[in-house]
């Protein structure tokens, strides 16, 4: 079974505050979210799933991803909107968690900081960021 599919963070912000079974999961590392930022969903009354797919510093695979995903309520009928840096960590999560039975798995496309631009940025050409949505820092 493969997942959803690709979801843009723009379409990921509207199913998230017109589905109440909705829950975006951030699988981005603990240093990422305090340095980088993470998802404001506040105004629609929810939080971000904080679950790591992978371990930092080492970045090896966190075997205990879906365990600590079920440890936060995650049912297999909910939709669940996986959000990485560019949108890699959080497609191979959306694939793994379909594999373990749940419904309705999506990787939202360039994830929170996008791809790199010409000067070797993030954050300005695609991403959750750079569509305007509501994040916090620190």
């Known amino acids: 079974m493969t997942y959803a599919g690709e979801i843009s963070p723009q379409d990921a912000w509207t199913r998230l505050s017109e589905d109440a079974t909705a829950k975006l999961i951030d699988v ?3 240093a990422e979210w305090i340095y980088v930022g993470l998802p404001d969903l506040s105004p629609l009354e929810k939080q971000p799933i904080l679950v790591s797919w992978q371990v930092f510093p080492t970045m090896t695979r966190n075997d205990a991803f879906a365990e600590q995903l079920a440890a936060q309520g995650i049912g297999r009928d909910d939709t669940l909107l996986f959000l990485c840096r560019s949108g890699v960590r959080s497609k191979a999560a959306a694939e793994l968690m379909t594999q373990l039975g749940h419904a309705s798995c999506w990787n939202i496309t360039d994830g929170f900081e996008g791809p790199l631009d010409t000067a070797r940025h993030r954050g300005g ?6 569509a305007g949505l509501p994040w916090l820092q620190g």
């Open 28 to 30: 981005r590392t603990q």
């Open 125 to 130: 050409t695609r991403g959750w960021k750079q």
